[in-house]
T-cell receptor, first 114, second 114 residues
């Protein structure tokens, strides 16, 4: 069964610190892996998209890595800001017959304290 | 920056009633999606839509649900005979292509079934 597991479930850090969120998946055949940021009561916003051949992708202070062999990804946030407080969702899509079907993780809830 | 808009932001309905959730995707996008998120749970894929037909649907998307693109701009999700367990946030999303383009989400419609 295709699954996406994220850890930790929640994380509290101080403003200015770095943190790393983890995503493990069993999705196959793999198409792409996306990281989203979801503020409370809002729709998810895309941070990064990585395909099988990409190992790392950056978007400002966000850097995602992908190890397709071990089926693991991480999202590293540098110099955290209060506005980084949100849920971070890992989404892995698999391809079948021309369709791309996403499997969502439960998200990591990040709280940044001043 | 263009965005996906959803209306209404909150819909309250009685069990057994029909509801229609509306979405205006980004104008040059060709792929449209509905997702739902039950309070405190992960985002779940419902259906994808392309070229005026459903391209993929999940187990959740049963005969109670239907989607339609009634004109060149709107994309709707109809839920017939709502049940208490249909209470959730429903997100519409759109993208340029189904594989490696970012998904742009709306801010959702919170459906409450009483």
């Amino acid at each position: 069964k295709n699954q996406v597991e994220q850890s930790p479930q929640s994380l509290i850090i101080l403003e200015g610190k770095n943190c790393t969120l983890q995503c493990n998946y069993t999705v196959s055949p793999f198409s792409n892996l996306r990281w989203y940021k979801q503020d409370t009561g809002r729709g998810p916003v895309s941070l990064t998209i990585m395909t099988f051949s990409e190992n790392t992708k950056s978007n400002g202070r966000y850097t995602a890595t992908l190890d397709a062999d071990t089926k693991q990804s991480s999202l590293h946030i540098t110099a955290s800001q209060l506005s980084d407080s949100a849920s971070y969702i890992c989404v892995v899509s698999w391809a079948e017959g021309g369709s791309y079907i996403p499997t969502f993780g439960r998200g990591t809830s990040l709280i940044v304290h001043p | 920056e263009p965005e996906v808009t959803q209306t209404p932001s909150h819909q309250v309905t009685q069990m057994g009633q029909e509801v229609i959730l509306r979405c205006v995707p980004i104008s040059n996008h060709l792929y449209f999606y509905w997702y739902r998120q039950i309070l405190g749970q992960k985002v779940e894929f419902l259906v994808s839509f392309y070229n005026n037909e459903i391209s993929e649907k999940s187990e959740i998307f049963d005969d109670q649900f239907s989607v339609e693109r009634p004109d060149g701009s709107n994309f709707t999700l109809k839920i017939r005979s709502t049940k208490l367990e249909d209470s959730a946030m429903y997100f519409c999303a759109s993208s340029r292509s189904p594989d490696n383009s970012p998904l742009h989400f709306g801010n959702g419609t919170r459906l409450t079934v009483t």
